[in-house]
């Protein structure tokens, strides 16, 4: 039987994004977010062996929390890792996959618009707002965040220097973090 938990549920409303800089940190973290939270795991620093053997051991703390678990990866990956579905940039989603959760991270409008056309599950939408990740560059703001966000048919997903109290500012019930929330 197939695993897709947004078929009978919602997109929740927060997840927690994995990094080189929050690995020590991630147990934790996972185990602080609300039942029902998302996890997307990255960890692009390790190499194969390393990264699975990681996604395993953070992928049973999420789980026993009662949290969804992506993957940065192929959908060959995914499926063999055990994960709930995908996540990356629209082309990277298409075909669609039905029995995997696909997250599409977006920039523009012709991302959303991309999303839209392959169906994606939901669009992390950035930077709303200044990252350690990538400090100077720039930033949507909440007006243009908004103004993209009304295009997208599937619910969006605030990214990009957030934190509970960006969120609040931006009134805006789904948002994802690395440092926010590790």
């Not at 947004?6 to 609300?34: Q, T, Y």
């Not at 969804?68 to 995908?86: K, P």
């Not at 939408?125 to 997208?152: D, E, I, K, Y």
Request: charged fraction near 20%; aromatic fraction near 8%.
């Amino acid at each position: 039987m197939t695993r897709h938990p947004l078929r009978f549920g919602k997109v929740p409303n927060l997840w927690l994004i994995s990094d080189e800089r929050n690995d020590r940190a991630l147990d934790g973290a996972l185990s602080a977010l609300p039942r029902g939270s998302g996890f997307i795991f990255r960890h692009y620093h390790l190499p194969g062996a390393d990264r699975l053997a990681r996604f395993q051991a953070l992928a049973r703390v999420a789980r026993a929390c009662g949290h969804t678990v992506i993957l940065a990866d192929s959908a060959l990956t995914a499926r063999e890792w055990g994960a709930d579905g995908i996540y990356g940039a629209p082309r990277a989603l298409y075909p669609r996959r039905r029995d995997l959760i696909q997250l599409a991270t977006v920039h523009s409008m012709r991302e959303i618009g991309l999303a839209n056309r392959i169906g994606a599950d939901a669009v992390l939408l950035s930077p709303t707002f200044s990252t350690r990740s990538h400090p100077g560059s720039a930033t949507l703001g909440p007006v243009r965040f908004r103004m993209l966000a009304q295009h997208s048919r599937v619910p969006v997903i605030a990214l990009g220097g957030m934190d509970a109290n960006r969120a609040a500012a931006l009134q805006w019930p789904r948002w994802a973090a690395i440092d926010g929330l590790s």
